[in-house]
């Protein structure tokens, strides 16, 4: 979804079920992609990255997909934890642009007990 | 090894001040961003330093400018603070020259303009 001002797009998991979070970016000249997590006071923590001659890359209980007809990504977590609340935000990037990133607005996650 | 830090974590200032934030890179790393992150919104880039020269700047006035020291530290400086000017300064650092280079982030300096 999209967020206007201070609203975040939400999502409520039960603990043990899987999360996606979406994401559409914006330049279709982006050749790399990258998930960070944001927990409150602390700053992004990087999570995984994609290039876009992929359109899929797993970690550990994180998968990113990538769909660049759409312009859209993904970030699909297993097994969700409590750990895992946190804001999310996905990030665009020009290889060879000296990894200045354009971040979308964020989703926040909340995983319930 | 330590990572990203930033100093002060937080700051009052008023209007018309003058502010400077200061970032330490992670250890081994030769490049620094500073990025702006607004309540409930993403960061928003800033400038990159390497080499002890702005490399790219994002869409911020001249009010806003920066400094690469010998040893990779950073500072970030805002000049005529605006109530706007209220948010989150993130510094983020990393190696150029390393293919997949990834940005590690401090946790912030917390400036509110009153």
């Known amino acids: 979804g999209e967020s206007v001002g201070l609203h975040l797009p939400t999502l409520s998991v039960q603990e043990g079920d899987n999360s996606i979070i979406n994401c559409a970016y914006s330049?279709?000249?982006?050749?790399?992609f990258i998930w960070y997590k944001q927990e409150s006071g602390k700053g992004p923590q990087f999570i995984i990255d994609?290039?876009?001659?992929?359109d899929k890359r797993q970690g550990q209980r994180v998968t990113v997909l990538l769909n660049k007809t759409v312009k859209h990504l993904s970030l699909q977590i297993a097994a969700t934890q409590p750990g895992d609340s946190a804001v999310y935000f996905c990030a665009e990037n020009l290889l060879g642009s000296a990894r200045q990133l354009t971040f979308g607005s964020g989703t926040q996650l909340t995983v319930l007990p | 090894d330590a990572g990203v830090t930033q100093s002060p974590t937080h700051l009052i200032k008023t209007r018309g001040q003058q502010v400077t934030l200061r970032c330490s890179p992670k250890?081994?790393?030769?490049?620094v961003s500073w990025y702006q992150q607004a309540l409930g919104q993403g960061p928003q880039f800033i400038f990159q330093?390497?080499?002890?020269?702005?490399?790219q700047r994002g869409n911020f006035p001249d009010r806003f400018s920066g400094h690469q020291f010998p040893n990779y530290s950073s500072e970030l400086n805002v000049n005529a603070l605006l109530l706007g000017d209220s948010a989150l300064y993130l510094c983020a650092s990393s190696l150029t020259r390393q293919a997949g280079e990834k940005l590690f982030f401090g946790s912030g300096t917390q400036l509110s303009v009153l």
């Open positions: 330093y390497y080499e002890e020269e702005e490399r």
């Open positions: 330049n279709s000249a982006s050749d790399y």
């Open positions: 994609i290039r876009s001659n992929m």
């Open positions: 250890s081994g790393h030769d490049t």
